[in-house]
């Protein structure tokens, strides 16, 4: 039998949110001149908030965002190392100073270098013990972020998220 007068409230913890245009989210009062920009601008804007929330996490832990990339670089070559030429070409962010990341890196403890016994000219960076420890530290709040960044997006969105990007990353590389 009905009861009159009854409201039922269902609660979730699923959140919605709603997405402002990046036109509307840098209060820019005029149409942008090509759908290129505004494609251009919002992943600049979405790249500098995601940039901003891991140099918190990683300025906690005492380091950069490039060293990270670095050591991150350093754990995948293993015991073998890398030479820092081609640490240079894997960085996520491009460094025009590796040798001065290095220096620093390395000051804190979390790498080494030595000189390559085949070809004296090649510097060989490898991950030290206490990089190995930071990056254990960082593994699973780097992999929350992401979650809780990422997260919401179903896998088929993620998918198409990053044949868009490869595809911008493909166009830009034309012009290097």
Not at 20 to 28: D, M, W
Not at 92 to 101: F, G, N, Q
Not at 138 to 156: I, T, Y
């Amino acid at each position: 039998m009905p009861v009159a007068g009854l409201t039922i409230v269902v609660i979730t913890n699923k959140m919605t949110m709603v997405a402002k245009s990046i036109q509307a989210e840098i209060k820019q009062t005029k149409p942008f001149p090509s759908l290129e920009e505004e494609a251009a601008i919002a992943l600049a804007r979405t790249a500098d908030q995601l940039g901003r929330h891991f140099d918190e996490l990683f300025k906690a832990h005492g380091l950069t965002g490039t060293q990270y990339n670095v050591l991150r670089i350093l754990r995948g070559a293993g015991k073998a190392g890398l030479a820092c030429s081609e640490i240079a070409t894997r960085m996520i962010s491009r460094d025009p100073d590796i040798t001065r990341l290095l220096d620093r890196t390395e000051r804190a403890g979390w790498c080494t270098r030595s000189r390559n016994t085949n070809d004296r000219r090649v510097i060989i960076a490898r991950i030290t013990a206490k990089g190995m420890e930071i990056l254990k530290e960082l593994d699973r709040p780097v992999e929350e972020l992401n979650k809780r960044v990422l997260g919401p997006m179903s896998n088929s969105r993620l998918r198409s998220l990053l044949r868009l990007l490869e595809g911008v990353r493909e166009a830009a590389a034309r012009f290097c």
